[in-house]
C-alpha cells in the first residue's frame, strides 16, 4: 500500500481510513469514482490509487462464509 496516502485516525471521520490534507474517506472516494467523478490530476491519481490499493487489501483479507439454503 502507498504509504501515508491512507491514514486512520480514531480523531478524524471516526478513525475511517482517510486521505491525509483534504480528509475525503476512502469511502467516499471509491464511491465518487463509481459514480463517474474523475478529475485530472496527478496528487489526485495517486490518492485514488491509494484507495484502490486499500480496499483491495481490506478484500483480501475478507472472510466468507457460505451460506446453504434449501429451496
Avoid: C, H, Q
Avoid at 32 to 46: I, V
Avoid at 48 to 71: G, H, N
Amino acid at each position: 500500500m502507498r504509504k501515508n496516502r491512507i491514514v486512520l485516525d480514531p480523531k478524524i471521520r471516526s478513525g475511517k481510513p482517510i486521505i491525509p490534507g483534504i480528509r475525503i474517506s476512502v469511502e467516499f472516494l471509491l464511491d465518487l469514482l463509481a459514480n463517474g467523478y474523475m478529475r485530472k490530476s496527478s496528487a489526485f491519481y495517486e490518492d485514488i490509487r491509494a484507495a484502490l490499493e486499500y480496499a483491495a487489501e481490506i478484500l483480501k483479507s475478507e472472510k466468507v462464509y457460505p451460506v446453504i439454503t434449501k429451496d
